[in-house]
Each structure stands twice: as structure tokens, then as C-alpha cells.
């Protein structure tokens, strides 16, 4: 089993729409949550992180933890088509400094 | 302000032939430092990382091996290249606690 799973995709959404994108996990060593974003041929980049369980919001991203479900969620409210990249979750555990990522949903926001 | 160099950008390297690709950070001391390999149109597999000079933990068993020997260099490194070495090669620094990670521009390696 993988330490993070995350659904792949692609994703395809209309500019305006909500969009959801989960990994789970299965370490409950992990203490942050990331999400990422990744244009093609870069280097991701980071878009907020998490301490524990809860939710954090910034503009118009939310990230959400559920630590006893090994859940978390990305929220994009307001979607355009500038947000169509791949977006990556990845946890850390402070105590083996191992920080992994899950494989990436590639997000389309159609105009 | 800490910044990341890897290179080289692209490589193309035969089947059988070495590797080395070098990773430096500046502007901090004592980074934690990680190699990640991503496939193309999939994640960022965790390689390798060091939390110190000489110090290396493998995270997937393979044909690849890492070193530091200074406090702000990372290489990566094969004797024998295959064809499933192909990937983009991302080295990082990842801030101690956890949280952000900072990338180099990547190598683009193919093996022909």
C-alpha cells in the first residue's frame, strides 16, 4: 500500500466551478499537510500547508485535514482556467524528516 | 534568501554509462536535502534524503546511490544507468519542521 494515495485524474471543470481534490494516507506519523502546484516542466510550487487536523483558507483555497479519516482535501472556489495545472498533496513527519508526495491530479478549467 | 541550483537541466546518457547529477543550496546551513525522481505524467517519488553531511536514507531500493559530502551538496549518482532511469530528477531543500519545500529547476534525463 502506498503512503499517500491520490486520485490521478484528469479533472475537467467549467471557469466558475468548485473544485475537491483528496489524497488519503496511511502513515499517522504525518504531522503537515501540503498542497502543491505543478506546471508542466517546473518544479511544484508551494500553495499552503497544514498543521494537524482542521482547515485552512487563503483566498480561494481551502485545505481541509481529517486526521482520524488519514483525509485531506483542496478546496478552489471560483475556479479559472489559470488554476489548470497538476495539483500534489504531500505530508512530512517531523521525526523521520521523510516527506512524501501523492501522484498528482491534473486539474482542467475550461473558459 | 536561500536559493537551489541542480544541474545540468537535460541530459541524454547511454544505457550502461554513469551519472552524477549535483545539487548545491545557498543562503542556509544545514539543510535537509531530497532527491525526487517524477515519471512523466505521474508524482514525485522520494529517492533519498540527508539530514546532514554523510548522511543518506534510501526510500526505494534501485539501480541510483546519494552522497554529501559537504553540508550544502547533494549528489545523485549511478554506476550503470538503465532505460527506467528516465525521468525528471528534482533535488530539494524542505525547511527543517516540515512544511515548505524548495526545488531546484529539475534534470530532464533520458537514457537511450
Known amino acids: 500500500q502506498k503512503e499517500v494515495e491520490q486520485d490521478p485524474g484528469p479533472l475537467s471543470v467549467p471557469e466558475g466551478a468548485i473544485v475537491s481534490l483528496n489524497c488519503t494516507y496511511s502513515n499517522s506519523a504525518f504531522q503537515y499537510f501540503m498542497w502543491y502546484r505543478q506546471y508542466s516542466r517546473k518544479g511544484p510550487e508551494l500553495l499552503m500547508y497544514t498543521y494537524s487536523s482542521g482547515n485552512k483558507e487563503d483566498g480561494r483555497f481551502t485545505a481541509q485535514v481529517d486526521k482520524s479519516s488519514k483525509y485531506i482535501s483542496l478546496f478552489i472556489r471560483d475556479s479559472q482556467p489559470s488554476d489548470s495545472a497538476t495539483y500534489l498533496c504531500?505530508?512530512?513527519?517531523?521525526?523521520?524528516?521523510?516527506?512524501?508526495f501523492g501522484t498528482g491530479t491534473r486539474l482542467k478549467v475550461l473558459a | 534568501s536561500q536559493t537551489i541550483h541542480q544541474w545540468p537541466a537535460t541530459l541524454v546518457q547511454p544505457v550502461g554509462s554513469p551519472l552524477s547529477l549535483e545539487c548545491t543550496v545557498e543562503?542556509?546551513?544545514?539543510?535537509?536535502l531530497y532527491w525526487y525522481r517524477q515519471a512523466a505524467g505521474r508524482g514525485l517519488q522520494l529517492l533519498f534524503y540527508s539530514v546532514g553531511i554523510g548522511q543518506i536514507s534510501s526510500e526505494v531500493p534501485q539501480n541510483l546511490s546519494a552522497s554529501r559530502p559537504q553540508d550544502r551538496q547533494f549528489i545523485l549518482s549511478s554506476k550503470k544507468l538503465l532505460l527506467s532511469d528516465s525521468g525528471f530528477y528534482l533535488c530539494?531543500?524542505?525547511?527543517?519542521?516540515?512544511?515548505?519545500?524548495?526545488f531546484g529547476q529539475g534534470t530532464r534525463l533520458t537514457v537511450v
Open positions: 504531500a505530508m512530512s513527519d517531523s521525526g523521520t524528516y521523510k516527506y512524501i
Open positions: 530539494a531543500w524542505i525547511v527543517k519542521g516540515g512544511t515548505e519545500a524548495f
Open positions: 543562503g542556509t546551513s544545514n539543510p535537509n
